[in-house]
């Protein structure tokens, strides 16, 4: 709760940014009720009378529709559901991943960590992209493989981060005791290191969150993605979006700007997560917010100026 | 230093063997194999083939440990292999595209620290002001605006409203230089944004953590002017991580350029890898993986040599 104050009085946009993220999220659980022409049997309703109708020309399509006469607003709340979904999911997995793999490693060490942290260097050397491409033609299209795809490799290459985070914990001296005390291994783990590295661990899962957005259309765009007929931003650019650039533009415009919306919410909203969290950051003396330290340092010295005052006139 | 870089040097060994055996199990666990997309062209030509025929001839009729270890120790004598499709060895083309990706890199670089490194350190000295939450915040929106989209849009409008489209003939740089640069200009600049986005507030951070040392307070208390301060002090010690962060994404701007290269019709190693993806085209995929692995690896392992180099702060572990 605190942290949340926190948020919208000492980092306003940040706190903005989580309305914003909010909303999404209420649009993607909420989608069959708001939107205005909702989907029957997994599809859209079409009418090819209403096709290409302009955004803010009628009102019973406030974003126009496409070329088979789809309400694109319709399609684009949809369409935050999608990537909603894959957001939360793939953040979840990847998270829970980096944690097992990275906590497990630093807190057994010796030939155990040698061996995974090789294979984490392996992962981490591929290219993501093709890392990704490659998981994609395995499993064919559709939301889970692409939450798998996303997930797994960052997951498995985000774990050194956390690995390295967990050893400094490890070798400290309330570890120790536990090992004296004849905590297992397992015990150390879950009471004591993965406690004490949580703040490092939302910090890379709020950080993450903006970037699963445009992997998602990036891969949609290479043509491995949702599979046909699942409404997803990405995929609208791909497919109408650029084949209908001229004569209806806001079939590009309209869901790339949703992306960078939704990704530059993410982005903001990690960023005042890791800036309230990081103890280098946080505020008092010694924060990068020099400014407020001096406003605040004048406030003390005018306060004791005034206690000061009384004493010196007796 | 020379045991550490000599157990770094070794433990790649393990590193590059696993690179290659995930990539291989990877590929062949996608459906689909080479032969079946042989058989189809070649009976869409009008020829009969014999599946089997040319699942010998390719290799592919031995198990798949086999075809594993016979593809290695053809690699590690140098020899990726010859193309399923493309008439030519693995090794020729990846020498003819590689060049293409590594120019498409270093100019995504130039441009990214011509623009993040300045901005970085104007923000740092005008710390929490109007103009520095008005370039962060434009460097986080250069962040999330989805490059494919943009290279859409810039490659498709300007052609319509001022007839002007960039050469989608790649030329060499040798050949022609002009036209070639003409061809990378935009999409170098492109990739450059979110980069930069990412270096500037990298470069930011770094600066402002050096301005909080002993002797920049020193500095100050000498009598010494901020701009002297800035530019002799902090900016050059802040330098050491950003050239560690630049040093990690090498790889991922050479191998992670595909949507840019796709768009541009750039024929660098990521247009390759998609191409020979979709043709299941395996010595392709495997060789260039491998190439791009041990590049990264290489990068990597310089940087962090060098930084502990740089930085006598910084002990061998």
Known sequence: MTLLKDLFQKKTLGGICLVILIIFLLLAIFADVI?????????????????????????????????????????????????????????????????????????????????????????????????????MSMMGNGIPQLIIALAVPSGIAGSRMVRSAAISVKDSGYCNNSDLLGGTAIWKSVKHV??????????????????????EASMNFLGYGVSAGTPSWGALITGQGREMLFKAPWLCIVPGLAITILTFSACMFGDAIRDLLDPRLKGGVGSYNTKKLDKILRKLDASSAKKNKPNAAA | MGKYVLKRVLLLIPTIFLVCLIVFA??????????????????????????????????????????????????????????????????????????VSLELGILTLIFANLISIPLGLFCAAKQDSIPDYTVRIIAVIFMAIPVFWLATLVLFYPAQWWDYSPPVQYVSF????????????????????????????????????????????????????????????????????????????????????????????IPGIGQLLVTALGQRDYPVVQGSVLVMSIFVMIVNLIVDIAYKWIDPRIKYD
């Open chain 1, 35 to 135: 939107v205005p022409t909702p989907m029957v049997d997994g599809s859209l309703s079409k009418s090819v009378k209403d096709s290409l109708i302009a955004p803010f020309t009628n009102w019973s399509h406030p974003l126009g529709t496409d070329r088979l006469g789809q309400d694109l607003l319709s399609y684009m709340i949809y369409g935050a559901r999608t990537s909603v979904i894959l957001c939360v999911c793939c953040t979840i997995l990847s998270t829970i991943m980096q944690l097992v793999i990275g906590v497990l490693s630093a807190v057994f060490g010796g030939w155990f960590d040698l061996i995974v942290q090789r294979v984490v260097d392996a992962v981490g050397c591929i290219p993501m992209m093709l890392l990704l491409l490659l998981m």
């Open chain 1, 194 to 215: 993965v406690p004490n590295i949580m703040p490092l661990i939302i910090i890379n899962a709020a950080g993450s969150l903006g970037s699963v957005v445009m992997m």
């Open chain 2, 26 to 99: 990877l590929m062949r666990a996608v459906p689909g194999d080479a032969v079946d997309s042989i058989v189809t062209r070649m009976t869409q030509s009008g020829q009969t083939v014999d599946a089997d025929a040319v699942r010998h001839k390719l290799g592919l009729d031995v198990p798949a440990a086999q075809q594993f270890f016979n593809w290695l120790a053809d690699a590690v004598r140098g020899n990726l292999g010859d193309s399923f499709f493309q008439f030519d060895t693995v090794s020729n083309i990846i020498a003819r595209q590689l060049p």
């Open chain 2, 174 to 265: 040798f050949e022609d230089p002009l036209t070639n640069l003409q061809m990378f200009l935009i999409p170098s600049i492109l990739g450059a944004l979110a980069q930069a986005g990412m270096q500037l507030r990298i470069v930011r951070t770094m600066v402002l953590d050096t301005m909080r040392q002993d002797y920049i307070r020193t500095a100050y208390a000498k009598g010494v002017n901020q701009t002297h301060v800035m530019f002799q002090h902090a900016f050059r010690n802040s330098m050491i991580p950003v050239i560690t962060v630049i040093g990690f994404s090498v790889g991922a701007l050479i191998g992670g350029n595909v949507v840019l290269e796709n768009i541009f019709n």
